[in-house]
T-cell receptor, first 113, second 116 residues
Framework: SQQGEEDPQALSIQEGENATMNCSYK?????LQWYRQNSGRGLVHLIL?????REKHSGRLRVTLDTSKKSSSLLITASRAADTASYFC?????????????FGQGTTLQVKP | DAGVIQSPRHEVTEMGQEVTLRCKPI?????LFWYRQTMMRGLELLIY????????DSGMPEDRFSAKMPNASFSTLKIQPSEPRDSAVYFC??????????????FGAGTRLSVL
């Protein structure tokens, strides 16, 4: 089954720097989502990008999608210590309507003050 | 809406005991998901329901695990008997289901289970 695979597994940067995380998947999708998980908390949805979109912005977040390469990236600009968390990409199980998402293994981001 | 509500937040039990985790999904959501998260295995989908009916339980580790959804506002995940390797954080999530934004999942705060 398709699966989001992310890299790097871990990323450590200084406050103010940009952080880029990448996600690859295996089969055709109609959308891709990114989630954040703070330590000890549940996942929180950040942004959804549809297959006919190449780029989407939300505040300091910028997501790109390249369906030809089956990959997506999440860029966090001007990072803050509060951005320290794990970030997951997720894709629908298949193009149909099952409700199920396949989550990647996540990228752990540490932003040092 | 208060979001997805899970209880208890923390559970410590001894090996062999029965454990019941509870979840109240967001009102109006048709899909409910149970996940388990560990450092070693990451986030694993255990089972999910659509309109209270189990759709896919292929992620349930073994017969010691069972899940029910007696109505649209309540689900339980039961482990009997519990074992130390069941120690993990268990999450419940719900979604409207469907295309695009309708399949965004909303997660509860999780139940941290420790089996001694």
């Amino acid at each position: 089954s398709q699966q989001g695979e992310e890299d790097p597994q871990a990323l450590s940067i200084q406050e103010g720097e940009n952080a880029t995380m990448n996600c690859s998947y295996k089969t055709s999708i109609n959308n891709l989502q990114w989630y954040r998980q703070n330590s000890g908390r549940g996942l929180v949805h950040l942004i959804l990008i549809r297959s006919n979109e190449r780029e989407k912005h939300s505040g300091r977040l910028r997501v790109t999608l390249d369906t030809s390469k089956k990959s997506s990236s999440l860029l966090i600009t001007a990072s803050r210590a509060a951005d320290t968390a794990s970030y997951f990409c997720a894709t629908p199980e298949r193009s149909g309507n099952t409700g199920k998402l396949i989550f990647g293994q996540g990228t752990t981001l540490q932003v040092k003050p | 809406d208060a979001g997805v509500i899970q209880s208890p937040r923390h559970e410590v039990t001894e090996m062999g005991q029965e454990v019941t985790l509870r979840c109240k999904p967001i009102s109006g959501h048709d899909y409910l998901f149970w996940y388990r998260q560990t450092m070693m295995r990451g986030l694993e989908l255990l089972i999910y329901f659509n309109n209270n009916v189990p759709i896919d339980d292929s992620g349930m580790p073994e017969d010691r695990f069972s899940a029910k959804m007696p109505n649209a506002s309540f689900s339980t995940l039961k482990i009997q008997p519990s074992e130390p390797r069941d120690s993990a954080v268990y999450f419940c999530a719900s979604s409207l289901g469907g295309q695009g934004a309708k399949n965004i999942q909303y997660f509860g705060a999780g139940t941290r289970l420790s089996v001694l």
